[in-house]
């Protein structure tokens, strides 16, 4: 059983640009998390999804943040307009239900 | 609001010598505890958890931690360290029923030959 896949690992893009990282949770798994680090700092919870449902996005920036989990394919973090604050890498966790969650790789985002 | 508190965002220890990461936590009703560990440009792994059994938690790689409740503590142990237990470590919290995992700040552990 593959773990949850994130990708891509590194994203590098210039201020103003849009990025979009990619979250495929385990298989099985139909609840998804986004958490982000910051660098010397802890995990911070942003949003957490079920299939096709945003249950929690009480950690996501009200601008320029969205979060989705479509019925088919993979949880997608969008942030529009990005800025040399969104630097950070971007956890994303599934889980089977509310217990235990598995860590994906991280993807580690650049602004520029 | 839930909190996780790591005292000591650095931990140094020699190879052979006992490992103790600090983890306290701020809860009217006991929760769910978690360790994971995160290597090098890796995701966490789990170490172990906690989910109102048994109040000593044993977990993969040696580590243990005990669930004081008079303490609001969950403190992580492994009785001889391992060159390749350097890492960091996250205490995490999350409430019975409930969804959203709390973490620590993190504890940074070095490991000296």
């Known amino acids: 059983n593959a773990g949850v896949m994130q990708n891509p690992r590194h994203l590098v893009r210039r201020r103003g640009q849009e990025a979009r990282l990619r979250c495929s949770p385990m298989?099985?798994?139909?609840?998804v998390y986004w958490y982000r680090q910051l660098p010397e700092e802890g995990l911070k919870f942003m949003v957490y999804?079920?299939?096709?449902?945003?249950?929690?996005e009480s950690g996501m920036p009200k601008e320029r943040f969205s979060a989705e989990f479509p019925k088919e394919g993979p949880s997608i973090l969008r942030i529009q307009q990005v800025v040399r604050g969104d630097s950070a890498a971007y956890f994303c966790?599934?889980?089977?239900?509310?217990?235990?969650?598995?860590f994906g790789p991280g993807t580690r985002l650049t602004v520029t | 609001a839930q909190s996780v508190t790591q005292l000591g965002s650095h931990v140094s220890v020699s190879e052979g010598a006992l490992v103790l990461l600090r983890c306290n936590y701020s809860?009217?009703?006991?929760?769910?505890l978690f360790w994971y560990v995160q290597y090098p440009n890796q995701g966490l792994q789990l170490l172990l958890k906690?989910?109102?059994?048994?109040?000593l938690v044993k977990g993969i790689n040696g580590f243990e931690a005990e669930f004081k409740k008079s303490e609001t503590s969950f403190h992580l142990t492994k009785p001889s360290a391992h060159m390749s237990d350097a890492a960091e470590y996250f205490c995490?919290?999350?409430?019975?029923?409930?969804?959203?995992?709390?973490f620590g700040a993190g504890t940074r552990l070095f490991v000296k030959a």
């Open positions: 906690y989910t109102s059994a048994a109040t």
């Open positions: 298989k099985g798994h139909s609840h």
């Open positions: 999804l079920q299939k096709e449902n945003i249950i929690d």
């Open positions: 995490a919290a999350k409430n019975t029923g409930g969804f959203k995992t709390i």
């Open positions: 809860s009217s009703v006991p929760p769910y």
């Open positions: 966790a599934s889980s089977p239900s509310r217990d235990e969650q598995y």
